[in-house]
């Protein structure tokens, strides 16, 4: 009789078993915050958590601190139908160990984390200034852009053009000092040096581009070199946008390729000094063609396609050195009907044996978005939408595809933090 009971239990479990490999799950090693119905949440152990308690408006996905101790966010408020901006933004910072969240500024922009201590740098009104959460310094004026130089003692940052009576002015790249001690700051010029003047103008083949804003800055594992990208004005630069690489010591300068922003942003590989890319012009109203996965290796300055013909890219994360996950679409026209734009899947590239596989099949009316490599867990997570979605989940997979699942339900951003 026991064994009848047993043999009936473990039936019933085989049964049920198999519907389990699409529930919402995740990893152990996974620790996620994401933005949700107007919230801020965690998922840390299997656990979500709210951590804001008033609804708002997140415009950006939260930032882990380099010690995964602090968690920052940036909240609109609505300024009123006087002002000449509709929203200002709040960057706030949450404790991990305290459960408290702090006010840094009422208004500030493009905020970033120190990579080496619990310090945030952000701009306000054209000042990079830097909040160690109990005070904030201005570093430096008249700033477009800006990046942590890797060991946390400095920025690079950029000047725009700006148009006068003869014409536009250059972009002018800026290398900033900071000191130990934030206190001893008591000029926003005694610590900034004049790096490099980007020509007024790119070009690359048959394009050129007036340069007005330099931006996105990334450096190459051995930081030896740093990518950015060169803006023509705001309408032009949904068309057409340049990839420049510039050596540390500014010596070496190079056009590499066409690009257009509202893709995704060039990257570099975890340890060699190989910059990927989606190269081509064009928004994607023009069709979703001309978008082509590029490597780069420096300093040859050699490119690599790696898309086959009659597909485009659309995003993409490098898992290792020499294997690349993109999202991909078949090449296309543009329709006004979003049930006949093509929808992208994952496919895996590995560029030792140039063998390039599909991994995902979403279903129809859905695409698989933003790939996300998490070195944590090592698996890609990537969001399942439809095309002109603003909410979507987030799902899960090994590199190769298996064992997909789940992670997370309705959310609109999402940040892992990883060790």
């Not at 340069?211 to 990334?218: D, G, L």
């Not at 597909?311 to 090449?331: G, H, M, N, P, Q």
């Not at 998490?374 to 590199?399: P, Y």
Request: charge should be positive.
């Amino acid at each position: 009789m026991k064994r009848k009971i047993l043999f009936i239990f473990i039936t019933i479990i085989c049964l049920i078993l198999p519907t389990f490999s699409h529930a919402e799950t995740t990893d152990p090693a996974l620790k996620i915050a994401f933005i949700r119905d107007g919230f801020v949440w965690v998922k840390i152990n299997n656990k979500e958590e709210k951590i804001t308690k008033v609804k708002g408006v997140y415009s950006e996905q939260p930032q882990w601190s380099f010690d995964g101790s602090y968690l920052m966010y940036q909240k609109e408020i609505p300024t009123g139908p006087t002002t000449s901006y509709p929203t200002r933004s709040e960057i706030w910072v949450y404790n991990m160990k305290t459960k408290k969240e702090q006010k840094i500024i009422y208004d500030g922009e493009n905020p970033k984390w120190s990579p080496t201590k619990n310090i945030i740098a952000f701009l306000d009104s054209g000042v990079l200034n830097v909040s160690d959460f109990n005070n904030f310094y201005n570093i430096a004026l008249g700033v477009d852009d800006y990046s942590w130089i890797p060991n946390g003692k400095g920025f690079i940052a950029s000047s725009a053009a700006s148009l006068n009576p003869d014409g536009w002015t250059n972009p002018v790249l800026y290398k900033i000092t900071l000191p130990n001690d934030l206190k001893q700051i008591t000029s926003t010029t005694n610590n900034v040096k004049q790096f490099f003047v980007v020509p007024k103008t790119l070009t690359k083949g048959n394009t050129s581009i007036p340069s007005i804003n330099a931006s996105n800055f990334q450096f190459s594992p051995n930081q030896k070199w740093i990518s950015f990208i060169v803006n023509p004005t705001a309408s032009w630069s949904m068309d057409s946008d340049m990839l420049c690489i510039i050596s540390s010591d500014g010596k070496v300068f190079e056009v590499q390729d066409e690009i257009i922003l509202h893709l995704d942003n060039p990257k570099w590989a975890q340890t060699k000094n190989i910059l990927g890319y989606i190269a081509g012009g064009g928004r994607l109203v023009f069709g979703y063609k001309n978008k082509k996965m590029k490597v780069t290796e420096m300093p040859a300055f050699t490119s690599t396609n790696l898309t086959p013909p009659h597909f485009a890219e659309l995003a993409f994360t490098w898992v290792d050195d020499s294997a690349i996950v993109v999202s991909r679409v078949k090449e296309s026209e543009w329709s006004n009907d979003e049930k006949k734009r093509p929808k992208p899947s994952l496919n895996v590239i590995n560029l030792s044996t140039h063998k390039q596989t599909k991994i995902t099949n979403p279903p129809t009316g859905k695409g698989d978005y933003y790939p996300i490599y998490s070195k944590s867990s090592h698996k890609i997570t990537w969001f399942r939408k439809g095309e002109l979605d603003v909410i979507g989940n987030v799902w899960i997979a090994n590199v190769n595809g298996s064992n997909t699942k789940l992670l997370l339900k309705n959310v609109s951003s999402y940040s892992i933090y990883e060790r």
